[in-house]
Structures are given as structure tokens and as C-alpha cells.
């Protein structure tokens, strides 16, 4: 009972100090949390709205020869196109998506930097195709990768912000 204080921890004798660095980690992780998912938000809400004003849907237009197009598609379905038609049930899904991210980054986010950034990105993501199936009742999908008939799945800006976060 009688210990010194030179034999405790340098947190017992500051609780304030370690509580400061947290707090401040915290509202940092959150400012960056918040930032990232709100960019890839709006640049991917941004994005669609000039596709949409200056394509014609399903008529692909190159960029990069073959390799990259423009094709304006409607997605009404999931991942890769699967359980076309059903853009509210996904749109009730993401809700509960971004809940589970918020409640996951408000849990762990601010121990780890880059756990942050990939919920950020997943976050904004998921509310960027929340967005079109709400307001459009599917999708809108733009870039198409491939080499002639070898083509991948066309995606947009916040499907590649999900791939990547993954």
C-alpha cells in the first residue's frame, strides 16, 4: 500500500493526460471518418449526375480504346447485377450496412488508422448507391473495363470505394 509513486504506471498518475490523447484521437478519427465517406459520397453522386446528363444509357462509349468505356447501364439489382428488381430490399440493407459501419467505427475506429479509412470508404459507398436505389429505383453503373468480348462487370464510383475498403 505504501508504493512510491515512481513504482506506478505513468497512467495512474495521469488519467487526464492518456484521456486527452484518446479524446483527441477519437474526434480525430471521427473528422477523417466522417470527411472520406462524405467525398466519396458526393463525388460519386457528382459522377452519376454528368454520366446520366451526357450519355445515352446502355450505348458504350470508349475512353482508353476498348479498354475503358462509358456505359451508362440502370442496375436495378445487387452485386454483380444478381436479384434484378430488387432495389428497395437493398436499399432496406444498406440501412442496417450503415449502421453496423457507424456502430463498428464508433466501437473500434479510432485504435486503428486504416481500419477508419476502410470503413469511411465502405461507409461512403454504401450510401452513395443507398442514394440511387432511393431516389431512382436502381443504380447507375458507368465504367466498363475489359479487352473486346472479355469485359468485367460494369461498376461505378462507389462500388470501387467497397472493393477497395474490402
Keep these: 500500500m505504501g508504493a512510491d509513486a515512481a513504482d506506478r504506471p505513468a497512467a495512474a498518475l495521469e488519467p487526464s493526460a492518456t ?28 459522377l ?29 439489382g445487387g452485386l454483380f447485377g444478381v436479384f434484378q428488381n430488387s432495389a428497395p430490399v437493398f436499399a432496406l440493407v444498406s440501412l442496417g450496412v450503415v ?7 464508433y466501437r473500434s475506429g479510432w485504435t486503428n488508422w486504416l481500419l477508419t479509412l476502410a470503413l469511411a470508404l465502405l461507409l ?22 475489359g479487352i473486346g468480348t472479355w469485359r468485367w462487370y460494369i461498376f461505378n464510383v462507389a462500388d470501387s470505394a467497397i472493393t477497395v475498403s474490402i
Design 48 to 76: 452519376k449526375a454528368w454520366i446520366v446528363a451526357n450519355y445515352t444509357p446502355y450505348t458504350p462509349s470508349p475512353v482508353v480504346g476498348d479498354w475503358l468505356r462509358v456505359d451508362f447501364i440502370h442496375n436495378a
Design 124 to 145: 461512403g459507398g454504401a450510401i452513395g448507391n443507398f442514394i440511387d436505389r432511393i431516389r431512382l429505383g436502381y443504380v447507375v453503373d458507368f465504367v466498363d473495363l
Design 19 to 46: 484521456a486527452g490523447i484518446t479524446g483527441n484521437r477519437r474526434r480525430a478519427a471521427w473528422a477523417v471518418f466522417a470527411l472520406v465517406a462524405l467525398a466519396i459520397t458526393v463525388s460519386d453522386q457528382l
Design 99 to 105: 449502421a453496423f459501419i457507424v456502430g463498428f467505427e
